[in-house]
Nanobody, 125 residues
Framework: QVQLVESGGGLVQAGGSLRLSCAASGRTFSSYAMGWFRQAPGKDRKFVAAINWSGGSTYYADSLKGRFTIYRDNANNTVYLQMNILKPEDTAVYYC??????????????????WGKGTLVTVSS
C-alpha cells in the first residue's frame, strides 16, 4: 500500500510559479512510476506529467511542455511538479498518482494504482 500526500497548492497570480510536492509512504517508492493529473471545475481529470522510476524519462501533456517540469527525489520519497508562467486555465485540483509499473508507458495503459487527495491551485488573472 502506498499513501500519497500532495502539498504546495495555493493562490497565485497569472505569470507566477508554484511547486507542488507529493510525499509517498512505502519502501518501494523508487520503483514506481509517478504522475501528476489535474481536474478543473466541471471537467474530467486530465494527465499533466509523469516520470519513470529513475527520473530518466519524463512525459508531459503537449500543451504544458516548456512550462511544467516533473522530477523526483527517491531518497526522500517525493515527486515534484514545478509550474511556471501559470495561467488562469491552470486552475484545478492537482493529484499525484503512483503506479506499480516502473515506467509510465505501461502505467498509462494499465492505469495508476494509487492516488492522493489532491491540492488546489488557483491562478488569478
Amino acid at each position: 500500500q502506498v499513501q500519497l500526500v500532495e502539498s504546495g497548492g495555493g493562490l497565485v497570480q497569472a505569470g507566477g510559479s508554484l511547486r507542488l510536492s507529493c510525499a509517498a509512504s512505502g519502501r518501494t517508492f523508487s520503483s514506481y512510476a509517478m504522475g501528476w493529473f489535474r481536474q478543473a471545475p466541471g471537467k474530467d481529470r486530465k494527465f499533466v506529467a509523469a516520470i519513470n522510476w529513475s527520473g530518466g524519462s519524463t512525459y508531459y501533456a503537449d500543451s504544458l511542455k516548456g512550462r511544467f517540469t516533473i522530477y523526483r527525489d527517491n531518497a526522500n520519497n517525493t515527486v515534484y511538479l514545478q509550474m511556471n508562467i501559470l495561467k488562469p486555465e491552470d486552475t484545478a485540483v492537482y493529484y499525484c498518482a503512483a503506479s506499480a509499473y516502473s515506467d509510465y508507458v505501461e502505467a498509462s495503459y494499465y492505469g495508476m494504482d494509487y492516488w492522493g487527495k489532491g491540492t488546489l491551485v488557483t491562478v488569478s488573472s
